[in-house]
């Protein structure tokens, strides 16, 4: 099981970091992903930590900073510079199925997901 928290409402150009963490198993070995939704919007990719590294979408890439504790069993998503544009829930997944770059992105590859959390971005 996985638990998103961090949330929260902050101003144009502020930072806040949202953490994950997991209950009853060891991410060691799983890739973890963030993901976002927007109202009215798709779901989308914002981040990924794989054994092959890090990876970002192109609208957080030099703002957003993910990483894993392994002995916590947990990941964080460092939001720094934040926009109106990043308001949504966040969802942190994850997979023990080895993703590669073509598919790290997909959030059908992912298995485990925990509950949401909003990020409120005001101008």
């Known amino acids: 099981q996985l638990q998103a928290s961090g949330g929260g409402w902050v101003q144009t150009g502020g930072s806040l970091r949202l953490s994950c963490a997991a209950s009853g198993r060891s991410l060691r070995s799983y890739t973890m992903g963030w993901f976002r939704q927007a109202p009215g919007k798709e779901r989308e990719f914002v981040a990924a930590?794989?054994?092959?590294?890090?990876n970002y979408a192109d609208s957080v890439r030099g703002r957003f900073f993910m990483s894993r504790d392994n002995g916590k069993d947990t990941v964080y998503l460092q939001m720094n510079s934040l926009k109106p544009e990043d308001t949504a829930v966040y969802y942190c997944a994850g997979t023990s199925r080895g993703l590669i770059l073509s598919t790290v992105r997909r959030s059908v590859e992912y298995d485990s997901w925990g509950q949401g959390t909003q990020v409120t971005v005001s101008s």
């Open positions: 930590s794989r054994p092959g590294g890090t």
